[in-house]
């Protein structure tokens, strides 16, 4: 059984990560990969000065306008992403060890979701949707800008699809499993309806 003051304060931080965002410390994960962009984009500059390579400068450039298009929006918005939550606003981080294990399980499907988690576990759901939502362009961005980069680079090192081949094993990696997170998301919320528990 969870300390009813812990799981108040856990679902109170997960509601306001929902609401508000996370406190971005530094510089936001849109940031870090607009400027990355930027930079990838002009290390491909050279390959304009080839023909059949112009296409890599123009997806390397593609990439940086839409990171940097994420970065402005996301930062107009209030949606900039932290590359750490701190700690004064994790959620799991007010229950104790073992509670944080059984709350994991449960948002990950893995384990039933008993009544008094359920404000808890759906704060916690709809806190990964916001995160998948706002990172998707970056995500995109970058894909594009590493592409680029890795046509435009690749005569220099001597293989010509070896980093294309591993760019698209990522981008394919992290479709499949951001698809499973969502399904397995909308699998555990049915459960709550289906078991008729209270909604926050």
């Known amino acids: 059984m969870v300390n009813p003051s812990d799981l108040a304060e856990a679902t109170r931080r997960a509601e306001y990560l929902v609401e508000h965002g996370p406190t971005?410390?530094?510089?936001s994960q849109q940031a870090g990969f607009a400027c990355m962009s930027i930079l990838w984009a002009f290390i491909s500059v050279p390959s304009v000065l080839r023909t059949n390579s112009v296409i890599w400068f123009l997806f390397a450039l593609a990439g940086a306008v839409v990171n940097v298009t994420a970065w402005v929006r996301a930062r107009r918005h209030?949606?900039?992403l932290p590359y750490l939550v701190e700690t004064p606003q994790q959620p799991l981080g007010a229950l104790t060890r073992a509670d944080r294990k059984s709350v994991t399980r449960q948002v990950s499907g893995r384990a039933p979701v008993p009544p008094e988690t359920v404000p808890l576990v759906r704060a916690m759901l709809a806190?990964?949707?916001r995160s998948i939502r706002t990172s998707a362009p970056t995500l995109v961005g970058t894909g594009l800008s590493l592409l680029g980069l890795g046509g435009a680079t690749?005569?220099?090192f001597g293989s010509d699809w070896a980093?294309?081949?591993f760019i698209a094993v990522v981008a394919v990696f992290?479709?499949?499993a951001t698809v499973i997170g969502v399904r397995r998301s909308r699998r555990v919320l049915a459960e709550i309806d289906r078991a008729g528990a209270p909604v926050s």
């Open 78 to 80: 209030g949606r900039l």
């Open 174 to 176: 992290v479709t499949v």
């Open 127 to 129: 806190w990964q949707r």
């Open 154 to 156: 690749a005569p220099t």
């Open 163 to 165: 980093f294309l081949v």
């Open 24 to 27: 971005v410390v530094v510089m």
